[in-house]
T-cell receptor
Framework: QKEVEQDPGPLSVPEGAIVSLNCTYS??????FMWYRQYSRKGPELLMY????GNKEDGRFTAQVDKSSKYISLFIRDSQPSDSATYLC???????????FGGGTRVLVKP | DGGITQSPKYLFRKEGQNVTLSCEQN?????MYWYRQDPGQGLRLIYY???????QKGDIAEGYSVSREKKESFPLTVTSAQKNPTAFYLC????????????FGDGTRLSIL
């Protein structure tokens, strides 16, 4: 079993819809949680960074962390075609700074 | 503009050849990392360095080597011992300290001729 799991998709939504992305993990040592966006043939770009359970909002993006169920979510409101990309969740242990990546979910926002 | 520069963007390797991928950062970050990304898979850590002249193996270090002679630079050599080198290679950097996010370059795509 992988430490971090994501549905590979593709997740296809119409422009303006809410995109809902999920990620589960198995290691309770993970304390920091990151979401990266990756366009084709580009490096991952840091979108959201959270610590501990709860919600964090930044513009159209909301990250949710539920440590009790080891479940991480990313919501994108008012989705745009430019949001079409692969979204990677990457939790991090408190000790050390080795990220563990999920396989990513590919999102397609159709105009 | 601060950032991470990887070169070349595309690289081709002949059988039995070593190739070196460049990674330079001007973010004044202490820590640097190399990852490999295969289609449909998450990033896997090859090597990382938290300080100049020191580096540690990641999860898939076999067939790779690195050096860290300068804070700004962390080159990766893919040796002939790496039997399946075709992949997208990503370099990242971060500040020191707990829970610091990593920032990535735009990668080098390595293919076998």
């Amino acid at each position: 079993q992988k430490e971090v799991e994501q549905d590979p998709g593709p997740l296809s939504v119409p422009e303006g819809a809410i995109v809902s992305l999920n990620c589960t993990y198995s290691n309770s040592a993970f304390q920091y949680f990151m979401w990266y966006r990756q366009y084709s043939r580009k490096g991952p770009e840091l979108l959201m960074y959270t610590y501990s359970s709860g919600n964090k909002e930044d513009g159209r993006f909301t990250a949710q962390v539920d440590k009790s169920s080891k479940y991480i979510s990313l919501f994108i409101r008012d989705s745009q075609p430019s949001d079409s990309a692969t979204y990677l969740c990457a939790p991090l242990k408190a000790a050390g700074n080795k990220l563990t990546f999920g396989g990513g979910t590919r999102v397609l926002v159709k105009p | 503009d601060g950032g991470i520069t990887q070169s070349p963007k595309y690289l081709f390797r002949k059988e039995g050849q070593n190739v070196t991928l460049s990674c330079e950062q001007n973010l004044n970050h202490d820590a640097m990392y190399w990852y490999r990304q295969d289609p449909g898979q998450g990033l896997r850590l090859i090597y990382y360095s938290q300080i100049v002249n020191d580096f540690q193996k990641g999860d898939i270090a076999e067939g790779y080597s690195v050096s860290r002679e300068k804070k700004e630079s962390f080159p990766l050599t893919v040796t002939s011992a790496q039997k399946n080198p075709t992949a997208f290679y990503l370099c990242a950097s971060s500040t020191q300290g707990q829970g610091q996010p990593q920032h990535f370059g735009d990668g080098t795509r390595l293919s076998i001729l």
